[in-house]
């Protein structure tokens, strides 16, 4: 089925436009009708702001790496949260990947640094501890002599398989916590979904 | 429709209305429930299964004909819709699949698209017997424990979810354990990776012993109900005995412990165990241990029942575990369910039929199908709705 639309499309596009197409569907999130209404929509443009756009994608495909310290998407080899002397040396959160960093900074809430994993374990998918971050936290929590590490990955198997995994790790060295998970702050408590709520039942904690 | 009138007036209906698009071979079909027993009457291959099925689908979440959504999307089409109008103690409510050739379902309840469909569950109750279900007597083990899933769903639905995670656990710890004996047939250097799956291990004790203890709970609930049924049945002259055997063998003392100790010590004997296969698990490179292979065992004056009897004794040994499937939940949920069966009524003698008409009498909504009519006890008859199902659609 999937096919037959893709053959529809060539001869209804001209050739360069189904290629931009093509591009535009391979995006997340882009489906077919998506894609169509973004490649005429920049067919519209002039051609300065196209121009603007082709170069944006590149500069930041070319200049965009990792810090060294905390694996952070960064332009300089030292990151912003790393290299600012206002933030606390010796607390690390420890986070799946960047948008997880850049939600919990979203929140002014947290003024120590980050590590970024790269990921979470999921042999179904080949991602060993190997292939995350894993050694370079551990050498950084022995050199800088961390206070706490806390571990901010989300309850999914595999995200609690590698919180469990790390804490093993790390527990030898520093102090270990974990982000609690139970109700949205202002939800309802009967509106609440099951998994939610045991999930939070399973966290309680006394009232100081 | 003779009689329906007649019919006592504690009899609740509660499925009211079922609307089907695009679903199998209907194109869009309306069904008023208007009686606690409806007969579906129609040739082979005509749709009358198919909306069993859809009932199925919107008490459970699950067919038990098969597990591919494109299968129920009408053929060219793209997407299928069940809808059902329930009316139960908790109030009205509305519950509406979606199921999709290409992408995943959507479960909206009463206009609510439900983001965890297993919320949705619960419902609306059904017990379904078909002629499929003797495979719980024949079959092997994964049938009877497919069927005890779908049973302890229906008592506790956040089971879905534990289940779920478990199957993700299993699935993750085998990849690694397959990794790694590939490795080891290759002749490649073994990366050290016994941290990595000491967590599996620990993962795989913590989610099964959640899976076993509801599994326990539930056949406990069941059993004496299955025997006493079945002694009904059969006249009381055999003893239907119904055993959950879980993979690791559970000392039968823990089940005596208070909850929170009884699920240390089922968690504690799945990790002893998994230590002990350790060796053959990473030369075999697939998990051995574990609630995945789990069994049920049906024993009549203890013998195993695949060994037991006649095709009829069978059935009758299978009617007996569906009408204790029906009073455990019924028991659980406070609500009968619906009770579907799927062309196998005409299939049991008069005598049979008497029995199962007594036990249901009007406290469950039962949706029947079948071929011709002709078989049916006249009193079936009296009290039913007909209604006539010929190539996807409601004629009378």
Known sequence: MLYAAQRRRCAVYTRPLARLIEQLQRLPGIGPKSAQRLALYLLNRPEAEIQTLAQALLDAKQQVGHCQVCYHLSAEPVCEVCSNPNRDQQTICVVADSRDLIAIERTREYRGRYHVLGGVISPMDGIGPESLTIQPLVQRVHREKTHEVILAIGPSIEGETTTLYLSQLLKPFTKVTRIAFGLPVGGELEYADEVTLAKALEGRREVE | MVGFFSIAPVAVVYLQRL?????????????????????LVGDNAQGKSNLLEAVELLATLRSHRTSRDGDLVRSA????????????????????????????????????????????????????FSSLDLDLVRGGPEQRRRWLDGLVMQLEPIYAHLLRQYERVLRQRNALLRDWAKQRRQGQALSDRAAELAIWDAQLAATGTRLIRR???????????????????????????LTYAPNVAIAPDVWQLPALEEARAIEATLLAQIRDQAEIEQYQGTSLVGPHRDEVTLAVDDAPAKQYGSQGQQRTLVLALKLAELCAIEAVVGEPPL?????????????????????IADRFQTIVTTTHLGAFDARWLDSAQVLTVRSGEIVA
């Open chain 2, 215 to 241: 599994r326990a709970r539930a056949i406990a609930r069941l059993a004496p109900l299955a025997s006493r049924w079945h002694g009904a049945i059969s006249g009381r002259v055999e003893t239907l005995t």
């Open chain 2, 339 to 359: 009770l579907l069966l799927d062309d196998v009524l005409a299939e049991l003698d008069l005598a049979r039929q008497n029995q199962l008409l007594g036990a």
């Open chain 2, 77 to 128: 089409q793209d997407c299928a819709q069940i809808t059902g109008w329930i009316d139960r103690a908790a109030g009205p409510l509305e519950l509406s699949l979606s199921l999709r050739r290409v992408g995943r379902r959507t479960l909206v309840r009463s206009g609510e698209t439900l983001r965890r469909q297993l919320d949705g569950l619960g419902s609306l109750n059904a017990v379904e």
């Open chain 2, 19 to 39: 609307h089907l698009r695009q679903f199998r071979n209907y194109a869009e079909q309306w069904v008023e429930f208007v009686a606690p027993k409806t007969i």
